[in-house]
């Protein structure tokens, strides 16, 4: 048996499964049943790891109508709380958490594509907050890391589709590591097959 450790990128994983949950969000059960799908009959699971930012929490003032947005009171935020907070419950299970940052607001493609259109005025939807996630990256790249310098695991499944990781799949391979990218019907990017040791897709939630 080959022990395992199962790298959650969640934005990338809540991403995928969406349409195939007919599109809606996973819950956390769901996520901890595809981590288990994720490992073949050879491969022992040592933990999964999940990895995301906390929803942001935060008042900002809206550039059209002037209130004040209290994201802590939306039901995305407490939807995401939710979520994070049953998954870092849930048996061998590890969360690291990231940071956000509220960038100011953005219009929505469709509304400009609209407004440009029917030369109509901004309006209140138009408007999304632009939320950037933080430290991410570079979690699950130490970890990455350090499961392969410390010989804890044989294999290391990576479920993403950043090639932000390439330098941490390749140092883990230089290590005797073996790197498995799952992939769920996404195109997967050249750069991350070539620096991985295998691709497998698993099909969720069939």
Same mark, same amino acid.
């Given at each position: 048996?080959?022990?395992?450790?199962?790298?959650?990128?969640?934005?990338?994983?809540?991403?995928?499964?969406?349409?195939?949950?007919?599109?809606?969000?996973?819950?956390?059960?769901?996520?901890?049943?595809?981590?288990?799908?994720?490992?073949?009959?050879?491969?022992?699971?040592?933990?999964?790891?999940?990895?995301?930012?906390?929803?942001?929490?935060?008042?900002?003032?809206?550039?059209?109508?002037?209130?004040?947005?209290?994201?802590?009171?939306?039901?995305?935020?407490?939807?995401?709380?939710?979520?994070?907070?049953?998954?870092?419950?849930?048996?061998?299970?590890?969360?690291?958490?990231?940071?956000?940052?509220?960038?100011?607001?953005?219009?929505?493609?469709?509304?400009?594509?609209?407004?440009?259109?029917?030369? *109509? =005025?901004?309006?209140?939807?138009?408007?999304?907050?632009?939320?950037?996630?933080?430290?991410? #990256?570079? +979690? &699950?790249?130490? %970890?990455?890391?350090?499961?392969?310098?410390?010989?804890?695991?044989?294999?290391?499944?990576?479920?993403?589709?950043?090639?932000?990781?390439?330098?941490?799949?390749?140092?883990?391979? *230089? =290590?005797?590591?073996?790197?498995?990218?799952?992939?769920?019907?996404?195109?997967?990017?050249? #750069?991350? +097959? &070539?620096?991985? %040791?295998?691709?497998?897709?698993?099909?969720?939630?069939?």
């Amino acid at each position: 048996m080959k022990k395992t450790a199962v790298l959650l990128d969640l934005g990338f994983v809540l991403y995928s499964l969406y349409r195939p949950l007919g599109h809606r969000n996973a819950t956390a059960v769901e996520i901890h049943d595809f981590a288990k799908r994720c490992l073949h009959q050879d491969e022992e699971l040592f933990r999964i790891y999940a990895y995301h930012c906390p929803p942001y929490s935060g008042t900002e003032m809206h550039p059209v109508s002037r209130e004040p947005m209290h994201f802590k009171n939306s039901s995305t935020y407490q939807s995401m709380t939710k979520l994070l907070g049953e998954l870092s419950l849930m048996d061998n299970v590890a969360f690291r958490s990231g940071e956000i940052s509220f960038n100011g607001w953005v219009i929505k493609k469709h509304s400009a594509e609209e407004i440009y259109k029917k030369k *109509r =005025e901004l309006n209140k939807d138009d408007f999304q907050p632009d939320l950037k996630q933080k430290r991410v #990256d570079i +979690k &699950i790249g130490l %970890d990455v890391a350090w499961l392969s310098s410390k010989g804890i695991v044989d294999k290391i499944i990576l479920v993403t589709g950043d090639s932000d990781f390439i330098p941490a799949m390749k140092f883990a391979r *230089r =290590e005797g590591v073996q790197i498995v990218l799952v992939h769920l019907d996404n195109k997967v990017k050249k #750069d991350l +097959k &070539i620096h991985a %040791d295998e691709t497998r897709t698993v099909n969720f939630p069939t």
